[in-house]
Structures are given as structure tokens and as C-alpha cells.
């Protein structure tokens, strides 16, 4: 498997545009994660799913900021519009099962975003 | 709500030196909690998991240690090497919260040769 894979893996966008995030989590994975990581906050959960389903979206940090899961191996997460504190990494990750699996959670390589 | 706490913030060792990683979380009703790795600029990889019914995994050089009643765990890395060098990040979930994965803020390890 080729892990969980993210795209793009930097994006730079001005302040007031749309930003798409995409993840494709682990074949057979049932629960996928969307976190950001900042060195002020550390890394902090923004919406989980479960079977495409959202679970717990209450860290995500306001309206301007959605995620969707289409099908079992697509996610995305959108910030419209987009300002300069949305500048982070975000990564997207899979687990299986409630309790992560044999394996814990899968984590993507991430996509650092800067918005100018 | 779950604080996950990681001591020392940054560490700086000689090469082949033994050294431990301290976490430490504030609700003992856990799964399981697991150590990642994190290169700069990188993603996060996972080394050790442990359930909450175990007190310890080892992967090579590496020991990780549970006591879930004190609410601690240690991260052991034997015979350090400059490639270890990296943050290194804990991470529990919770029993009573979801699926969400509380994360400690890492310690950043530097292995000199």
C-alpha cells in the first residue's frame, strides 16, 4: 500500500482565495483524520470521519473551513477564503477501527500552506 | 479533557549515547498510545504502539514503556545515531473522547556525531 497520500505537497495562495486539501487514506481504513500542525498549537484534530460519515467536526476553527468525504478513498478539506493565519501543515491521516487497528494511525506527509 | 505533556522540549546527546524520552497524560482511560517520529518538514511516522492492556513494544533500538495508572510513558532509544535525530511525538486516545487522538508537543532530539 502506498500509505495515506495527500496532495498538493506545498501550496502558496493569496489571502482571500479558495484552498482545496486532498487526501486518499489506506485501502480498508474506516476512520480518517484531518489535523494542522503549528509551532505555536502543536497539532490539533479539525474533523474526523467514520465510514464517510463526520463524526466530530469541533475543532475546526470556523466557517470558512469544510471538509467533505465523498467515498471511502477520497476526502477533502476546503478553506474558503483563506487568510494568513490558515498558514500551516496540514496533514490528513487513516486508522482502522475505533481503536487505530494493530497499527495505530497512518499519517500523510502533508501539505504546507502559505497564504501571502 | 486529556493533556498530553512531553519532557524535555529539545535534547541534545553525543552519538551512542543511551537516552529516554519522557510523556506523561493527565486521564489514564486510554486505548492505547503510540510514538511517532517526525523528520523537519515531514510527515509523521509512526514507530511503536501500545495497547492499554500492555506495558511495552520494542522495534530494534527502540523500547517504549507503559503505566497507564501513573500515567506515563517512556520512549527508550538505545546506542543513539545522528539519524535519529528528529521529533519525536506522543500520542493518546482517549476512551471517552471519540476517535481523537491527543498529542503531546514533542521533543526535538539532536544525536551529535
Known amino acids: 500500500d502506498a500509505g495515506v497520500i495527500q496532495s498538493p505537497r506545498h501550496e502558496v495562495t493569496e489571502m482571500g482565495q479558495e484552498v482545496t486539501l486532498r487526501c486518499k487514506p489506506i485501502s480498508g481504513h474506516d476512520y480518517l483524520f484531518w489535523y494542522r500542525q503549528t509551532m505555536m498549537r502543536g497539532l490539533e484534530l479539525l474533523i474526523y470521519?467514520?465510514?464517510?460519515?463526520?463524526?466530530?467536526d469541533s475543532g475546526m476553527p470556523e466557517d470558512r473551513f469544510s471538509a467533505k468525504m465523498p467515498n471511502a478513498s477520497f476526502s477533502t478539506l476546503k478553506i474558503q477564503p483563506s487568510e494568513p493565519r490558515d498558514s500551516a501543515v496540514y496533514f490528513c491521516?487513516?486508522?482502522?477501527?475505533?481503536?487505530?487497528?494493530?497499527?495505530?494511525?497512518?499519517f500523510g506527509s502533508g501539505t504546507r500552506l502559505t497564504v501571502v | 479533557k486529556q493533556e498530553v505533556t512531553q519532557i524535555p522540549a529539545a535534547l541534545s546527546v553525543p552519538e551512542g549515547e543511551n537516552l529516554v524520552l519522557n510523556c506523561s497524560f493527565t486521564d489514564s482511560a486510554i486505548y492505547n498510545l503510540q510514538w511517532f517520529r517526525q523528520d523537519p518538514g515531514k510527515g509523521l511516522t509512526s514507530l511503536l504502539l501500545?495497547?492499554?492492556?500492555?506495558r511495552e513494544q520494542t522495534s530494534g533500538r527502540l523500547n517504549a514503556s507503559l503505566d497507564k495508572s501513573s500515567g506515563r510513558s517512556t520512549l527508550y532509544i538505545a546506542a543513539s545515531q545522528p539519524g535519529d535525530s528528529a521529533t519525536y511525538l506522543c500520542a493518546v486516545r482517549p476512551l471517552n473522547a471519540g476517535n481523537m487522538l491527543t498529542f503531546g508537543g514533542g521533543t526535538r532530539l539532536m544525536v551529535k556525531p
Open positions: 501500545i495497547q492499554s492492556s500492555q
Open positions: 470521519f467514520n465510514n464517510n460519515v463526520p463524526i466530530d
Open positions: 491521516a487513516s486508522s482502522l477501527g475505533s481503536s487505530g487497528g494493530p497499527h495505530g494511525y497512518t
